[in-house]
Each structure stands twice: as structure tokens, then as C-alpha cells.
């Protein structure tokens, strides 16, 4: 699968990421980062715990690096959960269940289609 057969698949902006990062072989060196990051795994565990201040964290880290490498998807759902975590100081629960499954589904598929690259 070529980069910009990816970014149709995902749903992403490969012009935007190319824009960005000038050239395929940055692109497909940062996936391959993007793929060794912790920060979904932060998110979800942070969840899991009602511990919103690494969700907050986590959701603004992972929303900056799909930003930067056009995953729009990615960059959305994570951008919705940063929001709803922001003042996280203030929250005892919130309910995150639809954003959690947007964000499983958005991830999992990403990184399945980086594997596929080639």
C-alpha cells in the first residue's frame, strides 16, 4: 500500500502531512514513532483508573501527533476527549464510553493500515 492509499483508507489528509513534514520517507519514519507511542495505552488506562489528569495529558499528547501527521480521525476523537477532560481537577466521573469506542476504533484501524504499508 502506497502512503497516500493509507491516508484514503484512514480517512487522513496525506497533502496536509506531506505539506507539513515535506517528504514520504519523514512520514512514514514518524508512523512508525506514532506506533511505539504510549499514549493510547495512557488513555485508556487513565480511564480505566478515573485518573483524567492522564487522560488530559495523554488525549493532548496523541492529539498534537495526529495533527502533525494528518490523522484526521485520530485528531478529532482525541480532541473531543482532551476537551471533555480539560478541567480535569474538577471531575470526579465523566463518561467517556462513546468517545473511548471512536477512539479504539480510529486507533486500532490506523495501526493496522501502518502495518500495511509498504
Request: proline letters at 1%.
Amino acid at each position: 500500500m502506497t502512503l497516500q492509499e493509507f491516508y484514503v483508507l484512514i480517512g487522513g489528509n496525506y497533502q496536509e502531512a506531506l505539506g507539513r513534514l515535506m517528504n514520504e520517507q519523514l512520514i512514514t519514519r514518524m508512523l512508525v514513532m506514532f506506533k511505539q507511542s504510549n499514549s493510547y495505552g495512557d488513555i485508556v488506562s487513565g480511564y480505566e483508573e478515573k485518573d483524567y489528569k492522564k487522560v488530559f495529558e495523554a488525549s493532548h499528547s496523541l492529539k498534537g501527533v495526529a495533527g502533525n501527521l494528518s490523522l484526521t480521525p485520530l485528531f478529532s476523537i482525541s480532541s473531543a476527549i482532551c476537551e471533555k477532560v480539560r478541567n480535569y481537577e474538577n471531575l470526579e466521573e465523566v463518561d467517556l464510553e462513546k468517545e473511548m469506542e471512536e477512539l479504539n476504533f480510529s486507533y486500532v484501524n490506523i495501526i493496522s493500515k501502518i502495518d500495511q504499508l509498504g
